[in-house]
């Protein structure tokens, strides 16, 4: 499990689900380890197991070790499906396609879509690292949706100004990009600066 956490330490919930990309959720849970002001409650889904096993080459068991808590992702009377249980948002990383329709439609249909729907009747920044190319109009629909609904759709586009040299440093800066939505520090990539000899 996670780091032996402050008194007071705030919740965060992250959901992993079968979509393509599951190194941004592990890279997530590994950095909220190290930060014993955050607990980390994680929902794995039964499609991301398989995902984990074909695209980041380990299995349900070890990223589940990373969390602090860990629910059963059929389980609909866990403590995150309930707007009482205080957190301060939730993340989906990476967000399937299936599981955004789902969310920007308030269907419950699984504890991800569940606590994504309490998250935002609560008012609570719920942040979906959406990962499909291309797009189809149902989809475009769904981010227009979900956005509406408070939702920040963070899609993980990489980025170069900060020059990467590994795919680690892409996968870096877009979970850097995740920690800033909820101001959680971290140093995980070098922000822009204006260019020696710009105009102020």
């Not at 992250?14 to 607990?39: H, K, M, N, W, Y």
């Not at 794995?44 to 984990?52: E, I, K, N, P, V």
């Not at 299995?59 to 995150?80: C, I, K, N």
């Not at 892409?170 to 971290?186: E, M, N, P």
Request: charged share 20%.
């Amino acid at each position: 499990m996670g780091a032996v956490h402050e008194p007071g330490a705030r919740r965060l919930v992250v959901a992993i689900t079968g979509a393509s990309g599951p190194q941004f959720g592990i890279r997530l849970l590994q950095v909220l380890a190290d930060d014993r002001s955050v607990e980390a409650h994680l929902i794995l889904s039964d499609a991301a197991q398989r995902t984990l096993e074909l695209e980041a080459g380990t299995t349900g068991a070890a990223v589940r070790e990373l969390a602090d808590v860990v629910y059963d992702p059929g389980d609909y009377a866990a403590s995150v499906s309930s707007g009482s249980f205080r957190t301060m948002g939730m993340v989906v990383a990476p967000c399937s396609m299936s599981t955004l329709g789902a969310i920007a439609n308030g269907v419950s249909t699984s504890l991800v879509a569940r606590t994504a729907d309490v998250t935002l009747k609560e008012r609570r920044p719920l942040v979906l690292l959406t990962r499909e190319t291309p797009l189809n109009l149902i989809h475009l629909r769904n981010m227009v949706a979900v956005t509406e609904a408070g939702a920040t759709v963070l899609p993980p586009a990489p980025a170069f100004y900060h020059d990467p040299e590994t795919i680690e440093d892409l996968i870096d800066q877009t979970v850097g990009k995740v920690l800033d939505q909820f101001l959680i520090d971290h140093e995980l990539f070098t922000r822009w600066r204006s260019p020696k000899g710009s105009k102020p």
